[in-house]
């Protein structure tokens, strides 16, 4: 079992930054991949991006560029820098750990980029 807890979002204007962040329950050092995704109303969740545990990153189109993935073993967080932020990345934004091919999934944050 792992417990994940989103934090870091709010309001924000469009062209601005926040820091997500996603705090795990046990060792980064066991969890094989993790990723953020998002969901905004009406829409189907969507992979915003990933990395593994040899730190490995992969982005949507949609947010390359512009957001970036980290994690911090030690810390036993993962991150997510986003910068120049657009109307269109409003969503609740969810991490997402693998553990022995089991998903876990956090509680979401809301992000809100205003125009």
């Known amino acids: 079992q792992v417990q994940l807890v989103e934090s870091g979002g709010g309001l924000v204007q469009a062209g601005g930054s926040l820091r997500l962040s996603c705090a795990a329950s046990?060792?980064?050092?066991?969890?094989?991949?993790a990723a953020w995704y998002r969901q905004a109303p009406g829409r189907q969740r969507e992979l915003v991006a990933s990395?593994?545990?040899?730190?490995?990153?992969d982005y949507a189109d949609s947010v390359s560029g512009r957001f970036t993935i980290s994690r911090k073993n030690a810390e036993n967080t993962m991150y997510l820098q986003m910068n120049s932020l657009k109307p269109e990345d409003t969503a609740v934004y969810y991490c997402?750990?693998?553990?022995?091919?089991?998903?876990?999934w956090g509680q979401g944050t809301q992000v809100t980029v205003s125009s």
């Open positions: 997402k750990a693998v553990v022995d091919r089991a998903d876990f």
């Open positions: 990395i593994t545990s040899g730190g490995s990153t």
């Open positions: 046990r060792s980064f050092f066991m969890i094989n991949a």
